[in-house]
DNA sequence: TCCTTAATAGTCATCCTGACTATAAAAGGG
DNA sequence: CCCTTTTATAGTCAGGATGACTATTAAGGA
């Protein structure tokens, strides 16, 4: 990036250097987290026009003198109200930059969109004005803004990729957690049920994956015998990887 | 995105709609083949500063009517010559967008970067002057201007990983290949050897991977026994996947 | 003709996984 | 207090997939 433009670029001849195609660059985020059993995202009401009371996709401008990365980070914490230190640690993942001409009816506007996944659910409290921002099941996030339900389809998708050779799953589980509460987790965002037994084998088998914690099997909140207590472990990649039941075969 | 500045998107208060922060908006392109058992890079000479004759990746200004890949496509056609149709119809990937405030000396500018597969060594003869277009071996692809040795890295990475999924590898040969140069992709892009017997057992027990060619197992052009020819079927995606041997244990 | 090279056919043991069965430890209802 | 329900956890078992090898076939070159 970052091209002169020239004749090889493409650009008239003559072009004078400065007087580049203007464009607006905002960041759109898919914040997501596991509520109640479900895949909730989150999303605000626009207050301006266009798609004026509809809803969306937190997000906004990047500022001239930051990155796509930090405007995100920024806008997150504004939309969620969480501490500097938690936004700044948790796992912003880019998905990709969505530019078609037409995406928005009042100028050029580029954007670059974010996944991020949230531990449990803090109500959102937004920096200012953002009492308008809530938690949606992703089955109800229909109609939005803009293409922001083609960008949640995508982070959907890049997330349930991602669970498959990542460790990512923690990330949606708080600092310590059962294993049944992690498999909740991957049986939420891919929407199938997972055998028990055989996800706790493979989780154990994972060096680095989950870690136990020492404590008594405390924390049990419904029926069922107590279930053991786990923290994140150090590993992030999972090999062998942990694949979805998509090609079965019966 | 494309959202309206507003209180709750960061920007100032009274910030008006039109006044947006001025980007200019690129894109970045790593074209890569496999050459001679090598993996190779589309590489430019630059005429302008800054990093004036250094080395680059192509890639130009966005125009105000196309989208980043519409102008990915065009800078494509444009720097190796390939027909129209050729360009459209092969495989670009979106890698992500780079950002950083300081990337460019002279202005803001954001990139949005592809990866592109080509199959055999098509010269590069450039659209215009571009006869400062040329393949470099991967490795020597340094140093670069601007971020793009990054770049080149990311892309090498992704295109890494697609090939474990996807049949993706069959991009980089020509119509008809034998099982020997589609293994020959996978071990110059990967940087390892594999076992031609398992490698060729993986590939025909994945349906849809190839099709075998009916006529004889002509095109011998080296030594050893003449291989018989294949076509890319029409699968996609690899399930399941073929792994790069990493987590090797002794 | 002998040697080298590369494709292709098999073998074998191991690892991983999906499908199940069984046991343990809690909560709740009668 | 006993019994049922629920969830965690321990094992078992067969089949598929893979890595490591061996063997055979069919060219080219010296």
Redesign the pocket.
């Known amino acids: 990036m970052t091209h002169q433009p020239s004749e090889h670029t493409g650009a008239p001849p003559g072009y004078d250097p400065r007087a580049f195609p203007p464009f607006a660059v905002t960041v759109d985020l898919a914040v997501l987290t596991v509520r109640a059993a479900r895949l909730h995202v989150l999303l605000v009401r626009r207050g301006e026009a266009p798609h004026r009371g509809a809803w969306a996709l937190p997000g906004g401008f990047v500022r001239p003198d930051e990155s796509a990365g930090a405007a995100a980070r920024r806008e997150l914490a504004e939309e969620t109200g969480l501490s500097g230190s938690t936004v700044r640690h948790l796992h912003l993942e880019q998905l990709r930059t969505y530019s078609e001409p037409d995406r928005d009816p009042r100028m050029r506007v580029v954007s670059v969109a974010y996944a991020a996944l949230l531990p449990d659910l803090p109500e959102p409290r937004g920096g200012g004005d953002a009492a308008h921002a809530r938690w949606t099941p992703r089955e109800d996030a229909a109609p939005l803004a803009f293409d922001h339900e083609r960008i949640l389809a995508d982070a959907h998708e890049r997330v349930s990729a991602k669970l498959e050779y990542t460790c990512l799953a923690t990330g949606f589980c708080p600092a310590e957690f059962?294993?049944?509460e992690l498999r909740q987790v991957y049986e939420t965002v891919w929407g199938v049920p997972l055998?028990?037994?055989?996800f706790?084998?493979?989780v154990l088998?994972t060096p680095g994956f989950v870690e136990a914690v020492e404590g008594p099997?405390r924390r049990?909140g419904?029926?069922?015998?107590?279930?053991?207590l786990y923290r994140a472990g150090p590993a992030s990649a999972l090999h062998?990887p942990?694949?979805r039941?998509e090609g079965?075969r019966p």
């Open positions: 059962t294993l049944g055998d028990p037994p055989n706790r084998r493979k088998a099997p049990t419904g029926r069922g015998k107590p279930a053991a062998p942990l694949l039941p079965r």
